[in-house]
């Protein structure tokens, strides 16, 4: 029967760059690492990405590891780091995509007409319209602005998002349910 080795022996065997000892730790960390990483996240298939790129990276930087300390807390922080990294990208990408809404929502509501009483109820129309937006799902906000304002089909839409046809169609036909109850005022 072989033997388990203890944490300083995995860590040294980990930076002499053993496979093996790499794999036990993977085996033994995975789930409590993936687990971790949800919590920030909250999204399985975004954690278990970072999970794995974190695991590479600790792989890739195996020789700056100092052996006096535990292998955990090193994989631990690379986790913790690319969660912040990945939600601050994701809460920017969001914010630029509400900026450009907004922008592209006044643009053709003023290009429409220079009437001023049409002009009010434009900007009325724009104002429900955002918060529609906003009572979206995210998903379902991307993958309708994925359809409608870059012209993808709903197959592009399905191969890049990894999902089926039919969650597309779903996404957008909730999309299109809620702005129809949203905007009744504004339909004929």
Request: net charge positive.
């Amino acid at each position: 029967m072989e033997k388990v080795p203890d944490e300083k022996e995995l860590m040294i065997s980990i930076i002499n760059g053993d496979r093996r000892s790499f794999d036990t730790l993977y085996s033994k960390e995975y789930k409590k690492v993936l687990f971790y990483s949800i919590q920030y996240l909250h999204d399985q298939a975004l954690a278990e990405d970072i999970v794995q790129d974190s695991f590479i990276a600790l792989w890739e930087k195996r020789k700056l590891l100092d052996k006096e300390f535990p292998i955990q807390p090193y994989l631990y922080s690379i986790v913790k780091n690319r969660c912040l990294n990945l939600l601050r990208k994701l809460a920017n990408d969001k914010r630029i995509k509400n900026e450009m809404l907004q922008k592209e929502y006044r643009a053709s509501i003023i290009s429409l007409t220079d009437d001023s009483s049409d002009v009010v109820i434009k900007f009325q129309l724009e104002e429900y319209i955002k918060k529609a937006y906003k009572e979206l799902p995210e998903k379902v906000s991307n993958t309708f602005i994925m359809n409608r304002m870059h012209g993808m089909t709903y197959q592009e839409i399905a191969d890049s998002k990894g999902i089926s046809i039919k969650v597309v169609e779903y996404h957008i036909s909730q999309a299109l349910k809620l702005f129809r109850i949203r905007l009744k005022d504004f339909i004929d």
